[in-house]
C-alpha cells in the first residue's frame, strides 16, 4: 500500500518525521525501498544508512542496504557491490565509521559471511573482519547489534556457536 503526504508524494517504507511528530515534508526519496526498512543509522558525516528487506531504492539495485543523503536521495557514492544475500535486520556505527549489519545473510557481496558482517564506510566489505562462532542454520537470525564504547560489538539474535571459544 502506498502511502501520499497531502503533496501526493508517495512514503513507501522510509520517511522522517519532525520532533512535534509531522511529517518532514523535506526528506523525500522518491518511490525509496521496495520493501521493508528494518534498520536504520546515521553515520558521523549525516549520512543514512538503512537495511531491511529491499532489493532496491529508487528502481537502483540495492541488495539488502544503501546509503541515503540527508534529504533522503540516494547517495550513489555508497558502494555495497553484490550487497547481503537475504535480510540485513540490524546495522551499527562504529565511532571509526565503520558499518556492522546482522541479518539472515550468508554471504556480503559475494564473499562468504554468515549473519554478521564489517563494511567500510563507503559500503565495500571490511575483509579483516570475519567471526566464524556463529552457526548459519535454518532459523539463525541476527536482531540486534550495539558497538560499545570499548570497541567490542554485542550481538543478539537466534544463533548458535559452531566452534568452540576459548
Not at 64 to 70: E, F, L, Q
Not at 123 to 147: M, Q, T
Request: glycine share 10%; hydrophobic share 35%; charged share 20%.
Amino acid at each position: 500500500m502506498c502511502i501520499r503526504d497531502s503533496n501526493n508524494i508517495p512514503r513507501n517504507y522510509l520517511l522522517r518525521l519532525n520532533s512535534d511528530g509531522s511529517l518532514d515534508k523535506s526528506f523525500n526519496n522518491n518511490s525509496g525501498p521496495n520493501g521493508a526498512v528494518l534498520s536504520t543509522a546515521i553515520q558521523p558525516n549525516g549520512k543514512i544508512i538503512i537495511a531491511g528487506e529491499f532489493n532496491s531504492f529508487n528502481g537502483k539495485n540495492q541488495s539488502y542496504i544503501t546509503r541515503i543523503n540527508p534529504d533522503g536521495s540516494l547517495d550513489p557514492n555508497f558502494k555495497s557491490g553484490l550487497g547481503a544475500n537475504w535480510t540485513i535486520h540490524s546495522v551499527a556505527i562504529q565511532s571509526d565509521g565503520k558499518i556492522i549489519v546482522g541479518g539472515i545473510f550468508t554471504s556480503f557481496n559475494g564473499v562468504s559471511r554468515k549473519l554478521i558482517a564489517r563494511l567500510n564506510s563507503n559500503g565495500s566489505l571490511d575483509k579483516s573482519f570475519n567471526p566464524r562462532y556463529l552457526a548459519n542454520s535454518e532459523n539463525s537470525r541476527v536482531y540486534s547489534i550495539i558497538h560499545q564504547k570499548d570497541g567490542k560489538i554485542l550481538v543478539g539474535g537466534e544463533f548458535d556457536f559452531s566452534e568452540q571459544l576459548l
